[in-house]
DNA sequence: ACCGCATGAGAAAACCTTTTCTCACTTGAC
DNA sequence: GTCAAGTGAGAAAAGGTTTTCTCATGCGGT
C-alpha cells in the first residue's frame, strides 16, 4: 500500500486519482513514490465498490475458433485501451457446460457478456434474455429486443458477382453450403438478383470436395460452361479451382473463381490465391466489444441487428486488376 | 443477500460452506432458500479476502490460433471443474501491448499466467520470470527454473518414420520447415536415427508450395525415387501429396505420404486424408492447466521442461492398416 | 442448587479501494 | 480582533464475503 510508503491512508488514493483536495507537491510526492514502488491498485476491491469488474465474457460454441478468433481478436483491441480484460469461454453445443461458464462469469460480475458462434441463424444453448447484465450478439443469433451484429451476406455476395461481371464475365455459377443455412439462402438471393436466373444454384456442403463435385456435375451438362464461379465459402471455391485445373480449364483465363470468407490458410494457399469475400469479422467484434462497453456504462444504445458491410479481397483467382495480392493486410 | 432472506448475517455463510458450528434444521433452511432466491456469492469479495480470484491468464502470440485453441481448449477443461476462468491476450508479438495485457491481468490478481506460442524455441516478447504469481510455459520456450511443457517431437516423428518402416517403406525422405526452428532440427535427427542417412533432408517453409516444389526436386533427380515422404507438417504434406498426384504418382499405392500436427482442416481434406502426427496441445493444455493450479494453491511442483508423447493419426495417405479414418475424434 | 461446558448463532474484524464527511488551521475581510 | 470562508488532510463508511471471537442459553454432573 503506498500509504505506508508515502505519509497518509485514503490521500493516497486521491493522489493517485486527481481526486479530492490538497496540496500539490503531496499529489506529487504521492504520484512519484507509487511509481517507485511500483503500486498497482487491486482491482477486485476497486470493482467491489464501483460494481466495475472491468472483465467482460465471451462466450462461443465455435469449437474450432474460425470464426470467433477474428471477433475476439476485434473485442481486445477495442477494450484493451479501456482496461478490460475478456474471459474467452469455449462453450461446445453443450447447454450444461455453457451454463456453468455463464454461472461462473456471472460469479465473478463480468460487466457484459458477448455471445458468438459459427452461424448466425443458430442460438447458443443457453438463455442469456433475462441477465442482469448486458448481452450483445455477434455472428450469431439474438433474442427480441437484443443488439446483434452480423455480416451483411447480401451485400458480400453482391460485391462477388458484380465483380464478376464486371470483369465481364456473364455466365455466372453458385455453388454453395447447404440450403438450411440462413447465409446461403442470403448469398443466393443476391446472386439472383445480380446474375439473373440464367445459371443454377447448386447446393451442397461446406467442403472441398463437394466444390470438385459440383464442378463435375457442371461439365458433365451437355452446353456451354459457366465462365465463372461465385463459391459459398473458400474451402468449395478450393475444391472447385483444384477440379478445373485437373481438367484443364485455366483459372482465372477461362474461368474466374471467387470464394467467400477470406479463411487466408485456404485462400492463399489455393492455385491460384482466391479472389474472396472478407466477412471483417475483427471489425464485427470490435464493434460489439465497444457496445457491451457502452452498455455497461448505462449509456442507452438502440437494440436491433447491425449488418457490417463485407470487404472483397483481390487476389488472382478471377483475373481483371491484375493486381497480386492487395488487401493482404490482415 | 440471503442474510436478508433468512434470517442471520454471518451465519449464512458458515451455513452455505458448511463449516462453524449450527444447528442442522438452520443449515438445511439457509441453504434451501439461498437455492430459492439464486443466491450466488459475489466472487470478487470472495478473492478479496481469500486472495484467490479464480482466474488465470493465457498469454499467447499465437495470433492464428493454430496452436493456441487447443491448448486454451485443453485448460479450460481442466479447470471449469475448479471454478477457474481464462483471460484470454492475444499478443502479437508486440512487447508494448503485452505488458499492458499482463499488468492488467495483475490487477485483477490473477492465480498464475500460462504462456503459449507458436514455437517451441522462442520466447514471448514480455518477461514473465518475476512475477508474484505463478507462470506456466506450454509450447514456448520458458525461463530458467520454471515449469514448461511441450510436445516431443522427437518421440512423434520417430513414431512417423516407425510407421512408414512398419508398412515396408525402405526409401524414406523428408520434406521440412526450416532449419533454424528447433522442432524441425529435432523431428529430422529422429528421422535419421530411425531412417538412416539414404535419402536427403529437404529444408524449406512451412507451406504447400515448397512440398509441391520439394516433391519436383527429388522426382527430377535420377535414380531411384523415394517410397515414402514424412513431411515437416501437414501444409507441406498436403502440397507433397499434390504433386505426386499431378505427376501420376499414386498416393498411397506408390508412394505413402505422412504429415505432421494433424491440423485437420488441412489433412482431413487432402486427396487421400492424410496419416499424421498429433501433438496433442489439448492434454498438454489439460496439464498445464492443473500446473498452474497446483502452484497457486501452494503445491510444489518440480521445476523443468515436460515433454508430452504425440500420437500417431491414421488416416489413408500411407496405406498399411485399412482403416479408414480412424482417430477422428476431436 | 450451582458450576462448568457444550452448543447455537450473532458481532466484529479483515481484505483493499473509493468517497464522503469532518476537523483543524490559515487567510482575508470587516 | 473576530468571524467567515477556504484549504489541506485524515477519519470513517461502504462494498460482500469469510473467519474468528464472543455471548447467551440449556444441560449434565456433583
Given at each position: 500500500?503506498?500509504?505506508?510508503?508515502?505519509?497518509?491512508?485514503?490521500?493516497?488514493?486521491?493522489?493517485?486519482?486527481?481526486?479530492?483536495?490538497?496540496?500539490?507537491?503531496?499529489?506529487?510526492?504521492?504520484?512519484?513514490?507509487?511509481?517507485?514502488?511500483?503500486?498497482?491498485?487491486?482491482?477486485?476491491?476497486?470493482?467491489?465498490?464501483?460494481?466495475?469488474?472491468?472483465?467482460?465474457?465471451?462466450?462461443?460454441?465455435?469449437?474450432?475458433?474460425?470464426?470467433?478468433?477474428?471477433?475476439?481478436?476485434?473485442?481486445?483491441?477495442?477494450?484493451?485501451?479501456?482496461?478490460?480484460?475478456?474471459?474467452?469461454?469455449?462453450?461446445?453445443?453443450?447447454?450444461?457446460?455453457?451454463?456453468?461458464?455463464?454461472?461462473?462469469?456471472?460469479?465473478?460480475?463480468?460487466?457484459?457478456?458477448?455471445?458468438?458462434?459459427?452461424?448466425?441463424?443458430?442460438?447458443?444453448?443457453?438463455?442469456?434474455?433475462?441477465?442482469?447484465?448486458?448481452?450483445?450478439?455477434?455472428?450469431?443469433?439474438?433474442?427480441?429486443?437484443?443488439?446483434?451484429?452480423?455480416?451483411?451476406?447480401?451485400q458480400g455476395a453482391r460485391l462477388a458477382v458484380e465483380w464478376l461481371a464486371k470483369i465481364g464475365r456473364r455466365r455466372i455459377a453458385h455453388i454453395t453450403g447447404p440450403e438450411d443455412?440462413?447465409?446461403?439462402?442470403?448469398?443466393?438471393?443476391?446472386?439472383?438478383?445480380?446474375?439473373?436466373?440464367?445459371?443454377?444454384?447448386?447446393?451442397?456442403?461446406?467442403?472441398?470436395?463437394?466444390?470438385?463435385?459440383?464442378?463435375?456435375?457442371?461439365?458433365?451438362?451437355?452446353?456451354?460452361?459457366?465462365?465463372?464461379?461465385?463459391?459459398?465459402?473458400?474451402?468449395?471455391?478450393?475444391?472447385?479451382?483444384?477440379?478445373?485445373?485437373?481438367?484443364?480449364?485455366?483459372?482465372?483465363?477461362?474461368?474466374?473463381?471467387?470464394?467467400?470468407?477470406?479463411?487466408?490458410?485456404?485462400?492463399?494457399?489455393?492455385?491460384?490465391?482466391?479472389?474472396?469475400?472478407?466477412?471483417?469479422?475483427?471489425?464485427?467484434?470490435?464493434?460489439?466489444?465497444?457496445?457491451?462497453?457502452?452498455?455497461?456504462?448505462?449509456?442507452?444504445?438502440?437494440?436491433?441487428?447491425?449488418?457490417?458491410?463485407?470487404?472483397?479481397?483481390?487476389?488472382?483467382?478471377?483475373?481483371?486488376?491484375?493486381?497480386?495480392?492487395?488487401?493482404?493486410?490482415?
Open positions: 500500500m503506498a500509504a505506508a510508503a508515502a505519509v497518509s491512508i485514503s490521500t493516497a488514493s486521491k493522489a493517485l486519482n486527481d481526486t479530492g483536495r490538497m496540496g500539490a507537491e503531496t499529489r506529487e510526492r504521492v504520484k512519484r513514490i507509487a511509481g517507485e514502488i511500483g503500486y498497482r491498485p487491486n482491482a477486485l476491491a476497486r470493482g467491489l465498490l464501483s460494481k466495475r469488474s472491468f472483465t467482460i465474457g465471451l462466450l462461443t460454441n465455435d469449437t474450432y475458433g474460425r470464426f470467433t478468433l477474428p471477433v475476439m481478436a476485434g473485442i481486445s483491441d477495442a477494450l484493451v485501451d479501456h482496461g478490460v480484460s475478456v474471459f474467452l469461454c469455449a462453450i461446445e453445443d453443450d447447454p450444461a457446460l455453457a451454463q456453468i461458464h455463464v454461472d461462473a462469469m456471472l460469479d465473478k460480475q463480468v460487466d457484459g457478456i458477448i455471445a458468438t458462434g459459427k452461424r448466425l441463424d443458430r442460438r447458443l444453448p443457453v438463455d442469456l434474455s433475462n441477465l442482469h447484465v448486458p448481452v450483445v450478439y455477434a455472428f450469431t443469433e439474438g433474442t427480441q429486443n437484443s443488439v446483434t451484429f452480423r455480416s451483411d451476406d447480401e443455412f440462413f447465409s446461403v439462402r442470403e448469398r443466393a438471393g443476391a446472386y439472383h438478383e445480380v446474375a439473373g436466373h440464367r445459371e443454377p444454384v447448386l447446393y451442397g456442403v461446406w467442403s472441398e470436395s463437394w466444390g470438385h463435385e459440383a464442378v463435375e456435375q457442371l461439365w458433365k451438362r451437355p452446353g456451354e460452361k459457366p465462365d465463372a464461379l461465385f463459391c459459398g465459402n473458400d474451402q468449395i471455391a478450393r475444391g472447385a479451382a483444384d477440379a478445373l485445373r485437373e481438367r484443364g480449364v485455366k483459372v482465372p483465363q477461362d474461368v474466374s473463381v471467387i470464394g467467400f470468407d477470406n479463411w487466408e490458410i485456404v485462400a492463399a494457399q489455393t492455385r491460384p490465391p482466391l479472389t474472396t469475400v472478407d466477412m471483417e469479422l475483427k471489425e464485427l467484434g470490435r464493434q460489439a466489444g465497444l457496445t457491451v462497453l457502452a452498455l455497461a456504462e448505462g449509456r442507452p444504445v438502440e437494440p436491433g441487428v447491425r449488418k457490417l458491410p463485407c470487404r472483397l479481397i483481390v487476389r488472382q483467382s478471377c483475373g481483371g486488376k491484375t493486381s497480386n495480392d492487395q488487401g493482404n493486410e490482415t
